[in-house]
């Protein structure tokens, strides 16, 4: 069975950092696009950053400067670092990923079960 297992939340104060994880796992042949998303309270999902394989990333507005996208191609796994964490930032974060699965025939989309990252003093 695939699946992306996220890890990393938690309380931070403002100004703080977190780093989550989101690892794939079962049987993939191939992981093309890998992103983070994040859905706050009253608000729909929304892109905070993303990965292709070849290591283009793109971030929301939001986050640039603050946030960073990295990925390890070899364990199937992207990691976003928060740094300098604001309280509007609190959210429950998804990993995303576009995977190819053994004997499959195309890249089909997944998501994470969420992590919660809560911002305050």
């Known amino acids: 069975q695939v699946q992306l297992v996220e890890s990393g939340g938690g309380l931070v104060q403002p100004g703080g950092s977190l780093r989550l994880s989101c690892a794939a796992s079962g049987s993939i042949f191939s992981i093309n696009a890998m992103g983070w998303y994040r859905q706050a309270p009253g608000k729909q999902r929304e892109l905070v950053a993303g990965s292709t394989r070849g290591g283009s990333t793109n971030y929301a507005d939001s986050v640039k400067g603050r946030f960073t996208i990295s990925r390890d191609n070899a364990k199937n796994t992207v990691y976003l670092q928060m740094n300098s964490l604001k309280p509007e930032d609190t959210a429950v974060y998804y990993c995303?990923?576009?995977?190819?699965?053994?004997?499959?025939?195309?890249?089909?989309?997944?998501w994470g079960q969420g992590t919660q990252v809560t911002v305050s003093s």
């Open positions: 995303n990923a576009d995977l190819w699965l053994q004997y499959g025939s195309s890249y089909l989309n997944y």
